[in-house]
C-alpha cells in the first residue's frame, strides 16, 4: 500500500472517529441541559441554553424587569404617561379640565417636552403634541389642553 491510500484512510479514520466522538458528548450533554426558563430538557446543538425563542424572549424580560429603573427611563415613562392623559381628555383639539382630575390619574406638569407662547405672551407647556396651561376659573385652578397646530412653530 502506498504512502498516499494510507494517509487517505488514516484521516477518514479520524474523520469518523471525531464524529462519533461529537455525537456521543452532545447525546450526552442533552440528557443533562434544561432551559433556564421553564427547566425542560433541550434537544439540539450543545451549547444551546434554551428550547426556543420565546423561553430566551421570556428570561431575559423577566431578568431586566428587576432591575431598578434608570433614570432617563423614569422620566420617560413619565412623559409618555403625560401624554397619554393629555391625549385621554383632549378629544376634539381644545378642551378645559380640573387640576385635581389629572394630577389623580398620575399627570405630573413639571415633566414636558418643550413650550410655546402664543399672542398674549402666555405659555402652553407641552408633552409631545399635546399641551396645557394652567388657569384659574371660578376659584379653582384648572387645566387648558390644546394640540400642536401647524401655526405654533
Not at 23 to 46: H, S, Y
Not at 80 to 92: D, G, P, Q, V
Request: proline share 1%; aromatic share 16%.
Amino acid at each position: 500500500m502506498s504512502f498516499y491510500k494510507f494517509n487517505r484512510r488514516f484521516k477518514r479514520l479520524i474523520r469518523r472517529l471525531n464524529n462519533f466522538i461529537r455525537a456521543f458528548v452532545a447525546k450526552n450533554m442533552i440528557e443533562d441541559r434544561t432551559c433556564l426558563n421553564c427547566q425542560k430538557p433541550i434537544v439540539g446543538r450543545v451549547g444551546k441554553k434554551y428550547c426556543d425563542a420565546y423561553c430566551k424572549s421570556n428570561h431575559f424580560y423577566e431578568k431586566n424587569k428587576t432591575k431598578d429603573q434608570s433614570f432617563f427611563k423614569s422620566i420617560d415613562l413619565q412623559l409618555k404617561k403625560n401624554r397619554r392623559i393629555l391625549k385621554e381628555y383632549n378629544k376634539a383639539g381644545k378642551a378645559t379640565v380640573r387640576e385635581e382630575v389629572l394630577l389623580a390619574k398620575g399627570f405630573n406638569p413639571k415633566f414636558f417636552t418643550h413650550f410655546w407662547r402664543n399672542s398674549e405672551g402666555k405659555a402652553y407647556i407641552f408633552c409631545y403634541e399635546y399641551g396645557f396651561m394652567k388657569i384659574m376659573e371660578n376659584d379653582k385652578i384648572k387645566y387648558s389642553l390644546v394640540q400642536w397646530q401647524n401655526y405654533m412653530r
